[in-house]
Nanobody
């Protein structure tokens, strides 16, 4: 089993910034990817950003240029730096970890609210 501990959510004004962290522990195996999804009220859970084994990354079009995903391999932790936050970025942000060959784990989620 893999445990994912997320932190860094909160309330921020439009245009502000937040940094999310997700630390993986347990039987983490060999990472295939690790990253973030978000779910707005009444909507499906969508990809925000993923980081792959060799540090390539994918981003949702809506966050490109504003969000940056990074990884500390020694700490088995990924970070999501979120800048220029907008109300439409509001939602619960979930950390996702996939190890090879095909084991998938989710964190409990952290709330991000962008509001004036």
């Amino acid at each position: 089993q893999v445990q994912l501990v997320e932190s860094g959510g909160g309330l921020v004004q439009p245009g502000g910034s937040l940094r999310l962290s997700c630390a993986a522990s347990g039987s983490i195996g060999t990472m295939f990817y690790m990253g973030w999804y978000r779910q707005a009220p009444g909507k499906q859970r969508d990809l925000v950003a993923l980081m792959y084994t060799f540090d390539s990354a994918d981003y949702a079009n809506s966050v490109k240029g504003r969000f940056t995903i990074s990884r500390d391999k020694a700490k088995n932790t990924v970070y999501l730096e979120m800048n220029s936050l907008q109300p439409e970025d509001t939602g619960v942000y979930y950390c996702k970890y996939r190890s090879q060959p095909n084991n998938v784990y989710w964190g409990a989620g952290v709330q991000v609210t962008v509001s004036s």
